[in-house]
C-alpha cells in the first residue's frame, strides 16, 4: 500500500508524530491553574502526575484506562502513518499495564487536498494495528481540517493492585529502556529527503511495534513504575518519573539503546526543533558533564514517536526484565541506569 507519488503527507504538516507536541513548559503553564473540581475515589489516575492515561476502578478485580492521542504525518505514505499513530495511541494503554478493549478513530483531513483513496489506507493502517493488538476500532469521529490529523482514543482493562503509574518508583530501583532512541532524528532526515530506504524501515520497525510487554510487567511486583517514551523525549519522561516519585536519576549515556542511523545523523549536527523546545523547558534539571558532545544532549531530548517503555524496577528484577522484553523482540531493551534519594535531576554520564 502506498501513497500516490505526487503526494507528501508531511507537506501537510508543520511539525510530525510527537514531534508536534505542546513544549514542556508551555504546557506545564497552560495547565498550572487547572484543576479537577471532582475527584471521585475510584479515579485511580487523573491529572496528578503526567502519567499515560486516565485509570478508573469499576470493581474489585477491573479498572478502565482512558487515553487519547493523534498527531500530523511523520511519513509521507498513508497508510505506515496510519499504523504508526495507531501503534502511539494504544501505547498508554501497555504503559499503565493493561490490555488493550477497542480504539475509537480521530480523523482530521484537509478534504479536497488529499485523495480519499489516501485517507481510507490511514484508517486501514489504524484498523490493522488494532487488528493486531486484538482489539475493534469501535467508532471515532472525523472533521475537515487544514492539516492531516490520526489517532485514537484507546480503552484497556487492568487490574486496580496491578495499574503501573509512572510516580510509584523506588530508590535503588534500576532504569530500563525497551526500545532504541533515534525516531526523530530519523524524522528529520525523511522531511529534507536524505533518509535512505534502510533508514526509513528501521523507523517503521520501532514506531509499529506494540509495546505488549506492558500486559506481562504488570503482573510483577517488582516493577515498581513505567511510562512510554514519546514527545518529550528520554529525558522528559524520566524527569517525570523522577518529579512524581521524588527522587533523583543517574543514567551512563553510552547504555541507552540508539538506533544506529539516528546516531549518525545526530553526530552530523542535525537536531529537531522539538528537541531544542523540550531542552529549553527541562535543562536545568538535567546534570551533563562538561565536555558532553551536544549531539548526545539532542538525542536525550529526541522526540520519540511511538518510543519504547521506561522501566523502573528492583535490581533483583531486573534480568527477568530484559528476558521478557527480549523474548517478545525487544533485543536492544538494556539498562540505562539507576534512581536514588534527591531532588528531581537526571545525573548523565
Same mark, same amino acid.
Given at each position: 500500500?502506498?501513497?500516490? %507519488? =505526487?503526494?507528501?503527507?508531511?507537506?501537510?504538516?508543520?511539525?510530525?508524530?510527537? +514531534?508536534?507536541?505542546?513544549?514542556? !513548559?508551555?504546557?506545564?503553564?497552560?495547565?498550572?491553574?487547572?484543576?479537577?473540581?471532582?475527584? #471521585?475515589?475510584?479515579?485511580? /489516575?487523573?491529572?496528578?502526575?503526567?502519567?499515560?492515561?486516565?485509570?478508573?476502578?469499576?470493581?474489585?478485580?477491573?479498572?478502565?484506562?482512558?487515553?487519547?492521542?493523534?498527531?500530523?504525518?511523520? $511519513?509521507?505514505?498513508?497508510?505506515?502513518?496510519?499504523?504508526?499513530?495507531?501503534?502511539?495511541?494504544?501505547?498508554?494503554?501497555?504503559?499503565?499495564?493493561?490490555? %488493550?478493549?477497542?480504539?475509537?478513530?480521530?480523523?482530521?483531513?484537509?478534504? *479536497?487536498?488529499? #485523495?480519499?483513496?489516501?485517507?481510507?489506507?490511514?484508517?486501514?493502517?489504524?484498523?490493522?494495528?488494532?487488528?493486531?493488538?486484538?482489539?475493534?476500532?469501535?467508532?471515532?469521529?472525523?472533521?475537515?481540517?487544514?492539516?492531516?490529523?490520526?489517532?485514537? $482514543? *484507546? &480503552?484497556?482493562?487492568?487490574?486496580?493492585?496491578?495499574?503501573?503509574?509512572?510516580?510509584?518508583?523506588?530508590?535503588?530501583?534500576?532504569?530500563i529502556l525497551s526500545k532504541p532512541l533515534g525516531v526523530g532524528m530519523l524524522s528529520a532526515a525523511l522531511k529534507k529527503g536524505t533518509l535512505s530506504a534502510e533508514g526509513y524501515a528501521d523507523m517503521v520497525r520501532w514506531t509499529t511495534?506494540?509495546?505488549?510487554? +506492558?500486559?506481562?510487567?504488570?503482573?510483577?511486583?517488582?516493577?515498581?513504575?513505567?511510562?512510554?517514551?514519546? *514527545?518529550?523525549?528520554?529525558?522528559?519522561?524520566?524527569?517525570?518519573?523522577?518529579? +512524581?516519585?521524588?527522587?533523583?536519576?543517574? &543514567?551512563?549515556?553510552?547504555?541507552? #539503546?540508539?538506533?544506529?542511523?539516528?546516531?549518525? &545523523?545526530?553526530?552530523?549536527?542535525?537536531?529537531?526543533?522539538? =528537541?531544542?523546545?523540550?531542552?529549553?523547558?527541562?535543562?536545568?534539571?538535567?546534570?551533563? %558533564?562538561?565536555?558532553?558532545?551536544?549531539?548526545?544532549?539532542?538525542?536525550?531530548?529526541?522526540?520519540?514517536? =511511538?518510543?519504547?517503555?521506561?522501566? !523502573?524496577?528492583?535490581?533483583? !528484577?531486573?534480568?527477568? /526484565?530484559?528476558?521478557?522484553?527480549?523474548?517478545?523482540?525487544? *533485543?536492544?531493551?538494556? /539498562?540505562?541506569?539507576?534512581?536514588? !534519594?534527591?531532588?528531581?535531576?537526571?545525573? /548523565?554520564?
Amino acid at each position: 500500500m502506498s501513497i500516490p %507519488p =505526487s503526494i507528501r503527507l508531511t507537506e501537510f504538516s508543520h511539525g510530525g508524530g510527537c +514531534g508536534c507536541k505542546i513544549a514542556p !513548559a508551555v504546557l506545564s503553564r497552560l495547565l498550572a491553574t487547572t484543576n479537577l473540581p471532582l475527584i #471521585p475515589p475510584a479515579l485511580l /489516575v487523573g491529572t496528578e502526575s503526567s502519567d499515560d492515561a486516565a485509570v478508573y476502578q469499576l470493581n474489585a478485580e477491573q479498572a478502565v484506562i482512558a487515553t487519547t492521542d493523534f498527531f500530523t504525518p511523520i $511519513v509521507d505514505d498513508p497508510y505506515d502513518f496510519g499504523r504508526i499513530a495507531a501503534t502511539n495511541a494504544l501505547s498508554d494503554v501497555y504503559a499503565m499495564g493493561g490490555t %488493550p478493549l477497542f480504539g475509537l478513530a480521530l480523523v482530521g483531513m484537509p478534504l *479536497g487536498k488529499i #485523495p480519499e483513496e489516501a485517507i481510507r489506507l490511514i484508517l486501514a493502517g489504524g484498523q490493522d494495528v488494532c487488528k493486531a493488538a486484538g482489539i475493534p476500532v469501535a467508532g471515532g469521529h472525523s472533521i475537515d481540517t487544514l492539516e492531516p490529523i490520526y489517532g485514537l $482514543v *484507546g &480503552i484497556g482493562l487492568v487490574h486496580p493492585g496491578k495499574v503501573k503509574r509512572n510516580n510509584q518508583a523506588r530508590a535503588g530501583d534500576v532504569l530500563i529502556l525497551s526500545k532504541p532512541l533515534g525516531v526523530g532524528m530519523l524524522s528529520a532526515a525523511l522531511k529534507k529527503g536524505t533518509l535512505s530506504a534502510e533508514g526509513y524501515a528501521d523507523m517503521v520497525r520501532w514506531t509499529t511495534k506494540l509495546n505488549t510487554p +506492558g500486559i506481562a510487567l504488570a503482573e510483577m511486583p517488582e516493577v515498581h513504575a513505567m511510562t512510554d517514551v514519546t *514527545g518529550f523525549g528520554l529525558a522528559g519522561h524520566l524527569l517525570e518519573i523522577c518529579r +512524581g516519585s521524588a527522587l533523583s536519576a543517574h &543514567i551512563c549515556f553510552d547504555d541507552v #539503546p540508539l538506533i544506529a542511523l539516528a546516531r549518525e &545523523i545526530a553526530q552530523s549536527g542535525t537536531a529537531t526543533g522539538a =528537541s531544542k523546545r523540550n531542552w529549553d523547558g527541562y535543562g536545568s534539571s538535567m546534570q551533563l %558533564p562538561a565536555d558532553c558532545a551536544l549531539w548526545k544532549q539532542n538525542l536525550l531530548s529526541d522526540p520519540q514517536t =511511538s518510543g519504547g517503555l521506561l522501566i !523502573a524496577c528492583a535490581p533483583e !528484577a531486573a534480568q527477568r /526484565v530484559l528476558a521478557l522484553l527480549h523474548a517478545q523482540d525487544f *533485543g536492544q531493551a538494556a /539498562v540505562i541506569g539507576t534512581l536514588a !534519594a534527591g531532588t528531581a535531576q537526571v545525573q /548523565v554520564v
